[in-house]
């Protein structure tokens, strides 16, 4: 049975939004935590072997998309005797599945995307995964990496941030593909002002928030935001 939690965001006005959970191929730590997440109105992605995620959580994705290297053929004809879509790519290919299935998505007009299981596995698969954030192509949609406690988002220059969460998550802000300038934050331990976090430095990890919100804001540049909530229960998955 599909559990709700509060993952609900808020749009702007007059804007509705068409949330996709994509599964990929990497770790999902807390399968528990991962069902919370999922709403019955959210569209179901599975990139190849995330495929796997999907059966052991019980839900059948809408689509399966890749090149089924990492997928048992007994579970490939099962989802497809269930109903879900397949989309065959050749192997040797220029993307991975994820970046497909965001591309698929994308093509199907979803502005907030929650990718599960981008992350552990494969150190080069990893670093691409939280590398896509920064494609062109998602700079307006709402998109963030999963697992267990832990969630990643990209701000983009220039632009704002909010954290809803609780007093003592963490909270570490990391600039990609250069260096990221203008940061001013609120409600956090350790804050910035009008500053410069430079690419390589470790300077933006692990702040703390100090109330349910903080805030981030930024004049140029990329920064990768990842919050490590004290549990699951209350605060997985609550940007707003």
């Known amino acids: 049975m599909i559990q709700i939690c509060d993952f609900t965001p808020s749009p702007a006005e007059g804007v509705l939004l068409n949330r996709t959970i994509i599964f990929a191929n990497g770790e999902v730590s807390d399968l528990e935590a991962a069902r919370a997440v999922i709403q019955p109105t959210d569209t179901l992605i599975a990139a190849d072997g995330g495929a796997k995620h999907c059966r052991a959580l019980g839900l059948t994705p809408h689509v399966l998309i890749g090149d089924f290297d990492s997928l048992a053929p007994a579970d490939l004809a099962a989802l497809e005797a269930a109903g879900t879509r397949v989309i065959r790519h050749p192997a040797r290919?220029?993307?991975?599945?994820?970046?497909?299935?965001?591309?698929?998505?994308l093509a199907e007009g979803?502005?907030?995307?929650?990718?599960?299981?981008?992350?552990?596995?494969?150190?080069?698969?990893?670093?691409?995964?939280?590398l896509l954030l920064a494609l062109p192509a998602l700079s307006s949609t709402r998109i963030r990496l999963l697992d267990g406690t832990q969630e990643i988002s990209l701000l983009r220059g220039p632009g704002q941030l909010t954290l809803t969460g609780n007093a003592g998550d963490t909270v570490s802000l990391i600039p990609i593909g250069g260096d990221a300038h203008g940061i001013t934050t609120s409600g956090l331990e350790y804050p910035l002002r009008d500053e410069t976090l430079n690419f390589g430095s470790t300077r933006g990890i692990s702040n703390v928030m100090l109330e349910r919100q903080a805030t981030i804001s930024l004049t140029e540049g990329l920064l990768i935001c990842a919050v490590i909530r004290q549990n699951t229960t209350t605060n997985l998955g609550r940007f707003a």
């Open 110 to 130: 979803a502005n907030d995307i929650v990718i599960l299981g981008a992350l552990g596995g494969r150190w080069d698969q990893t670093f691409a995964n939280l």
């Open 93 to 105: 290919k220029d993307q991975t599945d994820l970046e497909l299935a965001l591309d698929y998505a």
